[in-house]
């Protein structure tokens, strides 16, 4: 039968399991990633309840009706964005509806807004806004 020290050694057997897996998890995206230097404009809010925080605005937020080459989009899709390098900074080339197929370098981003608006830009959130 288990004692209160085992269930103690236990629970902090598990948690240290868990902080663990999501370190590693995170080690593994950081050495297996490629390094994308993106433009960015910060914006510095101020939240009652998260404080000081920065909040980025890519170049990639909002991308032209061009980039799509005629592929229609809707509010809510998950679209690819494949970039290609340009000196110091990477560019974005084109955007798509299915993962790019071979060794391109893209990122994942939800159309969040714009695709219903006939031309103008699709407003794209790519989970990386806020630091």
């Given at each position: 039968?288990?004692?209160?020290?085992?269930?103690?050694?236990?629970?902090?057997?598990?948690?240290?399991?868990?902080?663990?897996?999501?370190?590693?998890?995170?080690?593994?995206?950081?050495?297996?990633?490629t390094?994308?230097?993106?433009?960015?404009?910060?914006?510095?809010?101020?939240?009652?309840?998260?404080?000081?925080?920065v909040?980025?605005?890519?170049?990639?937020?909002?991308?032209?009706?061009?980039?799509?080459?005629?592929?229609?989009?809707?509010?809510?899709?998950?679209?690819?964005?494949?970039?290609?390098?340009?000196?110091?900074?990477?560019?974005?080339?084109?955007?798509?509806?299915?993962?790019?197929?071979?060794?391109?370098?893209?990122?994942?981003?939800?159309?969040?807004?714009?695709a219903?608006?006939?031309?103008?830009?699709?407003?794209?959130?790519?989970?990386?806004?806020?630091?």
């Open positions: 039968m288990f004692k209160k020290k085992h269930w103690y050694i236990a629970a902090i057997a598990l948690q240290t399991l868990i902080i663990g897996t999501i370190l590693l998890y995170k080690m593994i995206i950081l050495g297996t990633g390094p994308v230097l993106l433009r960015i404009q910060p914006v510095d809010p101020r939240d009652w309840l998260r404080g000081d925080y909040t980025f605005r890519y170049a990639i937020s909002d991308l032209g009706r061009y980039f799509f080459r005629g592929v229609p989009v809707s509010n809510g899709d998950t679209i690819y964005v494949i970039f290609y390098s340009s000196g110091e900074f990477n560019i974005p080339q084109r955007a798509q509806l299915i993962p790019p197929a071979g060794g391109e370098l893209f990122i994942r981003g939800t159309v969040e807004s714009g219903d608006v006939a031309g103008g830009s699709v407003h794209v959130v790519y989970g990386i806004e806020q630091y």
